[in-house]
């Protein structure tokens, strides 16, 4: 067979007829990474970190480095976090006051005082409660734990001072440090490159003077729930008074059964070596690895919503938020759900609520927390791995409804961290959908039948 011409498509050739989908394309390939780390509840919470010049010394500066956590709901749990950078030169830290680095690294050019630390990349940890006043400053020593800004300001703020030497002694010659790391206490930040910014103002306690730091730069972080884990922490069941169907969390929510790679290792409640298990997580896994409950959905949290009852004019959930995490007490936990008729809420026992409004005055997202030295501490897995509340919501008649699921939360988020909803179409449903598709079915049978007998008598 002969063809009177042949025909290769070039990538040029393909993309001159229609320019826009290589625009697409491009579009596709950069929107992925650049949008990992936003989040739509929060489109503004970051960690930023301060360093303020507050003195010179002969060979360097004293500074004073502050960690601010403005995002809403996401706090740093023990065991608490630790920030890292590379010096630009041969910086050394010759001593720290309310922090300490993990390691001194080699000092042995040195001869009589020795540095607290002469590494190159130092990673510096917050201290410990009870630390000696000497050693401490404002905001320090909380074994590097930040409350989250909507929970409480005033614990959400971490500081240390900081002696460096080896380094520039005026704003010309001072080199900022680079690649900053923040470790909350594990992978999820991803820091900018410090930038100079106006130098920050103190009010002295008498509040008659301000001073005024030598040199201020920043260096904000924020957080990608996809860089900190590839697989989820959480997930939702779902049950109602009105159905007898209790909606389990999906199975494989946060992994399977057999794929510690993904998951790490299960352990059943009856094992007679649970107690070996949690208290040594060997040397290859950090005590903060999961070691969680064996079950379908292998989840460490998960929060179940129940509809409970219905009121002329309000109706009641419970909310209850179970550890399956044998090697995790979760302190200063939070929930943040997103149900349209948090705009109405009356009354909520056990917890604590604040609204969050990332949408202007749309209120349907609700931050939940334990009451301090009540319900605050969920402990890990077993008869006390729980906590529970109930929540009254007063009725809005022009939006109301218990059918197709109008009940249950849109998302739900435990610590910050999205948890997994159970597919739409396996939500509880009012008992009269159920008679409607029964009835529906068999009209049709019926009809089928009628049919039938009309054609054979046709």
């Not at 993990?102 to 000092?107: A, V």
């Not at 999820?188 to 106006?198: D, E, L, Q």
Request: hydrophobic share 35%; glycine share 6%.
């Amino acid at each position: 067979m002969f063809f009177p011409f042949t025909f290769t498509p070039t990538i040029r050739s393909f993309f001159k007829p229609c320019p826009c989908i290589l625009l697409l394309l491009l579009f596709f390939c950069t929107c992925f990474t650049s949008t990992e780390a936003y989040d739509p509840l929060d489109p503004n919470g970051n960690i930023t970190i301060k360093w303020d010049i507050i003195s010179w010394t002969p060979d360097g500066y004293v500074a004073v480095v502050t960690m601010n956590n403005f995002q809403k709901y996401r706090h740093i749990s023990a065991p608490g976090w630790s920030l890292g950078w590379t010096w630009a030169k041969k910086e050394v830290i010759w001593s720290m006051v309310g922090g300490q680095t993990t390691e001194q690294g080699d000092c042995s050019r040195f001869k009589g005082n020795i540095p607290h630390c002469c590494k190159k990349n130092p990673i510096v940890v917050d201290l410990l409660p009870g630390t000696p006043y000497n050693q401490q400053i404002a905001n320090c020593c909380k074994g590097g734990v930040l409350s989250s800004w909507a929970q409480d300001q005033s614990k959400a703020v971490a500081a240390f001072q900081i002696s460096v030497g080896s380094a520039g002694t005026t704003n010309k010659t001072v080199k900022l440090p680079q690649s900053f790391t923040l470790q909350a206490p594990g992978p999820g930040y991803t820091c900018s490159p410090a930038k100079i910014v106006k130098p920050t103002q103190f009010i002295q306690s008498d509040k008659r003077r301000v001073t005024q730091a030598l040199m201020t730069w920043n260096v904000t972080c924020t957080y990608s729930q996809f860089l900190a884990q590839r697989t989820p922490t959480c997930c939702v069941s779902l049950s109602s008074f009105y159905n007898d169907t209790v909606v389990p969390c999906s199975t494989c929510a946060c992994g399977c059964q057999g794929n510690s790679s993904l998951t790490g290792d299960c352990v059943n409640p009856d094992s007679p070596h649970l107690a070996s298990v949690v208290s040594n997580p060997g040397p290859d896994k950090s005590s903060i690895t999961p070691l969680v409950r064996c079950t379908r959905h292998m989840c460490p949290i998960r929060v179940h919503w129940h509809v409970k009852l219905n009121y002329k004019e309000y109706w009641r959930v419970k909310v209850t938020v179970t550890n399956f995490n044998y090697r995790m007490n979760y302190s200063d936990w939070n929930l943040v759900v997103q149900h349209p008729n948090f705009d109405n809420l009356t009354q909520l026992f056990s917890f604590n609520y604040q609204s969050i409004t990332p949408y202007g005055s749309i209120n349907d997202t609700a931050m939940l927390w334990g009451v301090k030295f009540y319900n605050d501490f969920l402990m890990h897995a077993g008869s006390d791995g729980n906590v529970q509340s109930e929540l009254l919501f007063k009725k809005d008649k022009s939006t109301f409804t218990f059918d197709k699921g109008w009940a249950f939360p849109r998302r739900v988020y435990f610590n910050g961290d999205v948890c997994v909803m159970p597919p739409p179409d396996a939500y509880p449903w009012l008992p009269n959908a159920g008679s409607r598709q029964e009835v529906s079915l068999l009209v049709l049978m019926m009809t089928s039948l009628v049919a039938l007998v009309l054609h054979a008598y046709a």
